[in-house]
């Protein structure tokens, strides 16, 4: 009897601690988990061969690059690089290399027979080779990549000079292509502005393997269009499991660029002069120039980044970010100022929607964004989209499946419409805002990237687009939505159901919105983008937990699909084609 009062007792007891426990395990591992995104690298080493020379002014050391012997080329290596609290996206290490690497091209005449190489130069991409040399008149420069694996075709493409022209006698430039872990055999062609070829110089590169480790060639699958791919490199954006990347895939699904963040990822590229701009970590966006070299950093003291970039008005940055240490998160916009840095909060949410957020309360270890346990985030912006005419801002809330218009930013603001599930904010202060559906479709539930698309025949008409993750899962508020059928609330499996790219006529005269046009895409519960891309206008779509990226044709019929590794999710994949930056 004592024997089964104790195996009782102790029965009782082991539950009791696995009631404690399991939630604690998930708080826990909730905050692992979304506290990788704003981890900053602190490893910065790399392997170098034999130092062949110092630069003490700038305390560079040239350092012989591991890229076999038919190459002579360089690393510049800071003699700070193991020291706590370096990084390569800062302005004095960057004016050091910059510095250094003046030095080298100074101290003799290269030729393109013995260029000055130097691998990854700026410490942000590790499979970019600069390259410097002289001709004896203006030309250009054309590059074939060839490795010898049949998975692997042949890359060619043509020099942007970090000049801006496309012909000069003086070349510097950045090569594109280099596939890591392999020997990639170049020849560059430079010819004249007329065609005729002056000089073909032919050497082998032994790249490094990835820094990240991550797979150069991604599984491809064709599907029934016929059209031809467009040009261009896939940017993969915040791989988890690969945070502190950016991986860039061509046609062929082979990596032609690696680029090493100080964390967080990518979120989106902007083109601006003859630089882009990016993010570098949770709290630092960066503009970069095409040689690799930082020219200028926006430090978000205080903030951090969460989900999109994109441009407001002239000279302007606009940023989704939540505030360091607040209640909640994911619920402001900074405005930046792209030549002084300035960065100011342009939009607090809590305070611009304030009797809504009154109604929500932090997510607990039973709703669907259980990770977040514990964290106020009942609006969660994934997407932002400045329309200049009204001075007006279009973003897209994941927690409330709604897409909001706020006017005048930068002025009087205030709410213009949402555009969702009417049902959602019938019993709120704010039903009288919504947009009427016209017509009968489903309405978009946790959709993602929402983009100006073109405009109608009138000024208030217009056509967004969105990736419509056509997922329903509400983790900030005590209310029930009954969905359709065809709606998934599985984070991991659709139940048989797609999300879809949709296409939404905005009708601000009429008060409505109504659905243009749609096409079916691999499941993702969240994460996950589409954009429409190119003069064939094809739409590249990321769906971020099917961990698929896939080319469409102007139809939404598939031409190719690939498939990546990743842990859980990959957030965005754009398509751009780098004219004017890498590739003349």
Same mark, same amino acid.
């Given at each position: 009897?004592?024997?089964?009062?104790?195996?009782?007792?102790?029965?009782?007891?082991?539950?009791?601690?696995?009631?404690?426990?399991?939630?604690?395990?998930?708080?826990?591992?909730?905050?692992?988990?979304?506290? %990788?995104?704003?981890?900053?690298?602190?490893?910065?080493?790399?392997?170098?061969?034999?130092?062949?020379?110092?630069?003490?002014?700038?305390?560079?050391?040239?350092?012989?690059?591991?890229?076999?012997?038919?190459?002579?080329?360089?690393?510049?290596?800071?003699?700070?690089?193991?020291?706590?609290?370096?990084?390569?996206?800062?302005?004095?290490?960057?004016?050091?290399?910059?510095?250094?690497?003046?030095?080298?091209?100074?101290?003799? %005449?290269?030729?393109?027979?013995?260029?000055?190489?130097?691998?990854?130069?700026?410490?942000?991409?590790?499979?970019?080779?600069?390259?410097?040399?002289?001709?004896?008149?203006?030309?250009?420069?054309?590059?074939?990549?060839?490795?010898?694996?049949?998975?692997?075709?042949?890359?060619?493409?043509?020099?942007?000079?970090?000049?801006?022209?496309?012909?000069?006698?003086?070349?510097?430039?950045?090569?594109?292509?280099?596939?890591?872990?392999?020997?990639?055999?170049?020849?560059?062609?430079?010819?004249?502005?007329?065609?005729?070829?002056?000089?073909?110089?032919?050497?082998?590169?032994?790249?490094?393997?990835?820094?990240?480790?991550?797979?150069?060639?991604?599984?491809?699958?064709?599907?029934?269009?016929?059209?031809?791919?467009?040009?261009?490199?896939?940017?993969?954006?915040?791989?988890?499991?690969?945070?502190?990347?950016?991986?860039?895939?061509?046609?062929?699904?082979?990596?032609?660029?690696?680029?090493?963040?100080?964390?967080?990822?990518?979120?989106?590229?902007?083109?601006?002069?003859?630089?882009?701009?990016?993010?570098?970590?949770?709290?630092?966006?960066?503009?970069?120039?095409?040689?690799? %070299?930082?020219?200028?950093?926006?430090?978000?003291?205080?903030?951090?980044?969460?989900?999109?970039?994109?441009?407001? %008005?002239?000279?302007?940055?606009?940023?989704?970010?939540?505030?360091?240490?607040?209640?909640?998160?994911?619920?402001?916009?900074?405005?930046?100022?792209?030549?002084?840095?300035?960065?100011?909060?342009?939009?607090?949410?809590?305070?611009?929607?304030?009797?809504?957020?009154?109604?929500?309360?932090?997510?607990?270890?039973?709703?669907?964004?259980?990770?977040?346990?514990?964290?106020?985030?009942?609006?969660?912006?994934?997407?932002?989209?400045?329309?200049?005419?009204?001075?007006?801002?279009?973003?897209?809330?994941?927690?409330?499946?709604?897409?909001?218009?706020?006017?005048?930013?930068?002025?009087?603001?205030?709410?213009?419409?949402?555009?969702?599930?009417?049902?959602?904010?019938?019993?709120?202060?704010?039903?009288?805002?919504?947009?009427?559906?016209?017509?009968?479709?489903?309405?978009?539930?946790?959709?993602?990237?929402?983009?100006?698309?073109?405009?109608?025949?009138?000024?208030?008409?217009?056509?967004?687009?969105?990736?419509?993750?056509?997922?329903?899962?509400?983790?900030?508020?005590?209310?029930?939505?009954?969905?359709?059928?065809?709606?998934?609330?599985?984070?991991?499996?659709?139940?048989?159901?797609?999300?879809?790219?949709?296409?939404?006529?905005?009708?601000?005269?009429?008060?409505?919105?109504?659905?243009?046009?749609?096409?079916?895409?691999?499941?993702?519960?969240?994460?996950?983008?589409?954009?429409?891309?190119?003069?064939?206008?094809?739409?590249?779509?990321?769906?971020?937990?099917?961990?698929?990226?896939?080319?469409?044709?102007?139809?939404?019929?598939?031409?190719?699909?690939?498939?990546?590794?990743?842990?859980?999710?990959?957030?965005?994949?754009?398509?751009?084609?780098?004219?004017?930056?890498?590739?003349?």
């Amino acid at each position: 009897m004592k024997k089964h009062r104790k195996k009782l007792i102790a029965a009782v007891i082991i539950i009791l601690v696995l009631i404690v426990a399991v939630p604690v395990g998930i708080i826990i591992g909730g905050k692992i988990f979304t506290a %990788q995104e704003k981890v900053v690298r602190t490893d910065w080493t790399m392997e170098v061969g034999e130092t062949v020379d110092k630069n003490e002014e700038y305390e560079i050391e040239y350092a012989q690059a591991p890229v076999g012997d038919n190459l002579m080329a360089l690393q510049l290596v800071p003699m700070d690089i193991e020291e706590e609290g370096f990084t390569y996206y800062d302005a004095g290490v960057q004016e050091r290399l910059e510095g250094a690497l003046e030095g080298m091209k100074d101290s003799r %005449q290269w030729t393109a027979t013995e260029p000055l190489a130097i691998l990854n130069p700026y410490g942000t991409a590790s499979n970019g080779l600069y390259l410097y040399f002289e001709t004896d008149r203006k030309t250009q420069v054309t590059y074939t990549i060839h490795v010898e694996d049949d998975s692997i075709p042949d890359y060619t493409a043509a020099a942007m000079d970090a000049s801006g022209e496309n012909y000069t006698k003086v070349h510097e430039f950045q090569m594109i292509g280099l596939v890591p872990g392999k020997t990639n055999e170049v020849t560059m062609t430079i010819a004249g502005s007329w065609g005729k070829v002056r000089q073909t110089v032919k050497f082998s590169v032994d790249m490094p393997e990835p820094q990240s480790g991550y797979s150069t060639l991604l599984e491809t699958t064709d599907g029934e269009s016929a059209e031809e791919l467009s040009d261009g490199l896939y940017a993969m954006m915040r791989v988890n499991g690969y945070l502190g990347y950016g991986f860039f895939f061509d046609n062929d699904g082979v990596m032609r660029y690696e680029m090493v963040l100080e964390g967080y990822g990518l979120d989106r590229i902007l083109f601006y002069d003859n630089d882009i701009i990016t993010c570098a970590s949770a709290g630092k966006l960066v503009r970069i120039n095409s040689l690799g %070299q930082v020219e200028q950093i926006y430090q978000l003291d205080g903030y951090s980044l969460h989900h999109d970039i994109g441009f407001g %008005q002239d000279g302007e940055l606009l940023a989704l970010a939540e505030e360091n240490g607040a209640e909640t998160v994911e619920d402001r916009v900074l405005s930046i100022d792209v030549e002084s840095g300035q960065v100011t909060e342009l939009i607090d949410f809590t305070e611009a929607m304030e009797e809504y957020f009154d109604m929500t309360r932090p997510i607990a270890a039973t709703d669907p964004m259980f990770w977040q346990v514990g964290e106020w985030d009942w609006i969660h912006l994934n997407s932002l989209q400045y329309m200049e005419e009204d001075d007006s801002l279009i973003v897209s809330s994941r927690e409330t499946s709604t897409i909001i218009k706020m006017e005048h930013i930068h002025g009087d603001m205030q709410l213009s419409w949402l555009a969702g599930d009417e049902r959602f904010w019938e019993d709120t202060p704010y039903a009288d805002y919504c947009l009427k559906q016209e017509g009968d479709f489903v309405p978009q539930y946790g959709q993602h990237c929402v983009e100006y698309l073109r405009a109608g025949e009138e000024a208030g008409v217009y056509d967004l687009v969105m990736y419509n993750n056509n997922y329903w899962g509400l983790s900030s508020r005590d209310f029930e939505l009954d969905v359709a059928d065809t709606v998934g609330t599985d984070l991991y499996d659709g139940g048989g159901n797609d999300s879809q790219v949709y296409i939404y006529r905005i009708d601000e005269n009429a008060g409505t919105y109504s659905l243009e046009s749609s096409f079916d895409v691999p499941y993702s519960s969240i994460v996950s983008n589409a954009s429409l891309y190119g003069e064939q206008n094809h739409w590249i779509v990321n769906s971020g937990v099917s961990m698929v990226f896939g080319e469409y044709d102007a139809q939404g019929t598939l031409i190719r699909e690939y498939a990546y590794e990743c842990t859980m999710q990959n957030y965005r994949t754009i398509k751009y084609d780098f004219t004017g930056f890498w590739f003349a």
